[in-house]
């Protein structure tokens, strides 16, 4: 083999290895319904909810709560939270509001990110800090538990959502509590809590050991 073959076929390897270690980041668009009636619904609970008075439907991200949805596949996942209003199923939550749930994403068991709504697009998934979160939504539950592929891609939407916002804090849906009597915490009822699980604690050490290089804080420490 001559030199300049030689050449090329390392160059070839490099490139090669470069484009396996520096994947492009990509989002797939599956957006929920964000009609009048959830905007509307959305402005109310800024306001009832939070204490917060705005004519939008907008978020200023400072934070990202992970989630897992405790339904088996993407579409049951996505279809759950698709309507503006919630279901007569979620009577435990209806009290507070009629608005339904969602997470500005969803990820699939194999990795693939879904956006649902705009990144500040205001989102119902987390008591008393949704108008400054963004919700990330894992299929998967305690029965299924999430995959390294999803670990891969929280990853990475956490370093993109880094690089775009004023991000604090990477929490799980089971933390929110540690805030209650923080600043960011705002929400109108003492009494309107409820006790979560997901995505748990070993989920919440894995990301936090990939992310430290972000200096993005956890759960507050009491």
């Not at 001559?2 to 989002?27: P, V």
């Not at 800024?46 to 993407?74: C, E, F, N, Y």
């Not at 029965?143 to 916002?165: C, H, P, W």
Request: glycine fraction near 6%; hydrophobic fraction near 40%; charge should be positive.
């Amino acid at each position: 083999m001559n030199f300049n073959l030689k050449l090329l076929c390392l160059c070839g390897i490099l490139l090669f290895s470069n484009a396996a270690f520096t994947q492009t980041f990509r989002t797939f668009n599956k957006p929920v319904v964000f009609d009048e009636e959830r905007k509307q619904l959305s402005i109310e609970y800024l306001k009832v909810r939070h204490g917060i008075v705005q004519d939008s439907a907008t978020i200023v991200p400072k934070m990202i709560v992970l989630h897992w949805t405790a339904i088996p596949t993407l579409e049951q996942s996505f279809d759950a939270m698709n309507p503006s209003v919630l279901p007569g199923a979620r009577k435990g939550i209806a009290g507070a509001s009629s608005l339904n749930v969602a997470a500005q994403f969803l990820v699939d068991r194999d990795g693939m990110i879904f956006r649902q709504l705009p990144e500040t697009a205001f989102a119902r998934h987390v008591i008393g800090l949704n108008y400054c979160a963004i919700g990330v939504e894992n299929v998967g539950g305690s029965n299924a538990l999430l995959t390294d592929a999803q670990l891969d891609a929280n990853e990475a939407l956490i370093r993109y959502l880094k690089k775009k916002y004023k991000i604090e804090y990477v929490i799980g849906h089971h933390e929110y509590q540690s805030f209650i009597g923080h600043p960011l915490f705002k929400e109108t009822d003492p009494n309107y809590l409820t006790v979560k699980s997901d995505p748990g604690d070993e989920f919440m050490n894995k990301i936090r050991e990939r992310i430290k290089d972000l200096d993005i804080k956890g759960a507050i420490k009491k």
